[in-house]
């Protein structure tokens, strides 16, 4: 059967297999790897995709289900060469170990942070609740996203040095004896 969506922006067309999970379409058909396959049970979550901006665990979802969506995977979060606040996150508060988990993780989070950009961290637990990692505790997890959501999209880069200035630049003395 013939299927078409949205991937990252791009539209695909593709013969499929009826019976081919979402998963291995985007692994297999479109060569996007960064889409985890985990357990085969919809437990583990490594396999998250957003669909129409809602979490999916894509190994639960049929290709053909995807007809006429819009699939964002991890390779479609970074933009003109700019990671999503999530990634950078997820660096900066060292919020991968092994990084399997990882691609899941970051989409979920970007999902929570669409809908609530300013989640508590019950929210954020919540929010990550239905995927496991084996290697960080989700402290740190819970940590990047914390980040991301203090430094949403657009925020600068080239003025961010770290300080707690608002990524004004500079540091909080030269603000106060200006």
């Given at each position: 059967?013939?299927?078409?969506?949205?991937?990252?922006?791009?539209?695909?067309?593709?013969?499929?297999?009826?019976?081919?999970?979402?998963?291995?379409?985007?692994?297999?058909?479109?060569?996007?790897?960064?889409?985890?396959?985990?357990?085969?049970?919809?437990?583990?979550?490594?396999?998250?995709?957003l669909?129409?901006?809602?979490?999916v665990?894509?190994?639960?979802?049929?290709?053909?289900?995807?007809?006429?969506?819009?699939?964002?995977?991890?390779?479609?979060?970074?933009?003109?060469?700019?990671?999503?606040?999530?990634?950078?996150?997820?660096?900066?508060?060292?919020?991968?170990?092994?990084?399997?988990?990882?691609?899941?993780?970051?989409?979920?989070?970007?999902?929570?942070?669409?809908?609530?950009?300013?989640?508590?961290?019950?929210?954020?637990?919540?929010?990550?609740?239905?995927?496991?990692?084996?290697?960080?505790?989700?402290?740190?997890?819970?940590?990047?996203?914390?980040w991301?959501?203090?430094?949403?999209?657009?925020w600068?880069?080239?003025?961010?040095?770290?300080?707690?200035?608002?990524?004004?630049?500079?540091?909080?003395?030269?603000?106060?004896?200006?």
């Amino acid at each position: 059967m013939q299927i078409s969506m949205t991937v990252n922006g791009d539209k695909v067309t593709r013969e499929v297999e009826p019976r081919v999970l979402l998963v291995h379409f985007i692994r297999e058909n479109l060569g996007l790897t960064g889409t985890h396959w985990g357990c085969d049970t919809s437990n583990c979550g490594t396999c998250v995709v957003l669909m129409d901006g809602q979490p999916v665990k894509s190994c639960t979802v049929l290709a053909a289900m995807a007809d006429g969506h819009d699939i964002r995977t991890v390779e479609g979060l970074a933009a003109g060469g700019t990671l999503d606040p999530v990634q950078q996150g997820f660096m900066e508060e060292h919020g991968l170990q092994c990084g399997f988990c990882t691609p899941g993780m970051m989409l979920t989070a970007r999902a929570l942070l669409d809908r609530n950009p300013h989640p508590d961290d019950g929210e954020i637990r919540q929010a990550i609740s239905g995927q496991i990692c084996r290697c960080t505790g989700y402290a740190t997890i819970v940590r990047s996203v914390q980040w991301a959501a203090a430094h949403p999209p657009g925020w600068d880069t080239e003025t961010d040095t770290g300080t707690d200035d608002g990524g004004a630049g500079g540091t909080i003395e030269e603000e106060v004896t200006a």
